[in-house]
């Protein structure tokens, strides 16, 4: 919804969405974009961008008319969350999609890896917005975000570093949720 701040037309449904111009967005660079984002940096306003929610969309099918409305639309999420994330503001990982049951990871990890590959946030970044910016965001950076004394332990444990490759998000050997300790091992998909 941020392109809508450089729309010829102001947002007034979300069904009638005033036309944006794409080419202008995805340069990266826009300066309304650059003024709406400092204003975000200055208040704290944190952005939760759901940027991979139309790269799943290119793949779910609908005809090639669809897909490329999605590829259009990953895009320019791209590039809004990478101007944003240059320009300082804080980056919270969402995500507007579902996984399929069967999937062994939630949607989270495409996000994080979306951030990564196309939004140009380091792997550190990524996690980071999905902890300690995604906390704050939910007011909950007194409980949860980061592991410090005092906090609920909620932390995750992977065979191999994620720091050097997001994608090892996928080798999670166990989670510790309030203390709890639950290996991977155990965990069956879908249930």
Same mark, same amino acid.
């Given at each position: ?21 794409? %080419? ?42 669809a897909a490329e ?17 240059? %320009? ?7 995500? *507007? ?28 970044? %990524?996690?980071?917005? %999905? ?27 992977? *065979?191999?570093?994620?720091l050097q490759d ?26």
């Amino acid at each position: 919804m941020l392109a809508h701040a450089c729309a010829a037309q102001p947002l007034t449904t979300y069904r009638d969405k005033p036309p944006i111009d794409h %080419a202008r967005l995805t340069a990266g660079d826009d300066p309304v974009l650059a003024e709406l984002f400092a204003l975000m940096r200055r208040t704290g306003t944190v952005l939760d961008a759901t940027a991979a929610l139309w790269a799943s969309a290119e793949m779910t099918g609908g005809g090639p008319e669809a897909a490329e409305r999605a590829r259009q639309n990953s895009d320019l999420a791209a590039a809004l969350t990478a101007q944003a994330h240059r %320009a300082g503001v804080p980056i919270a990982t969402g995500t *507007d999609y579902e996984t399929p049951p069967d999937d062994p990871f939630p949607a989270l990890h495409e996000e994080l890896a979306f951030l990564v590959d196309r939004c140009g946030l380091t792997p550190e970044d %990524a996690l980071r917005s %999905a902890t300690a910016v995604g906390a704050r965001s939910a007011g909950a950076q007194q409980l949860r975000g980061t592991v410090e004394a005092g906090r609920l332990a909620d932390f995750a444990v992977f *065979d191999e570093d994620p720091l050097q490759d997001i994608k090892h998000l996928r080798t999670v050997h166990l989670t510790v949720k309030r203390g709890r300790r639950h290996a991977r091992a155990d965990f069956e998909a879908g249930r």
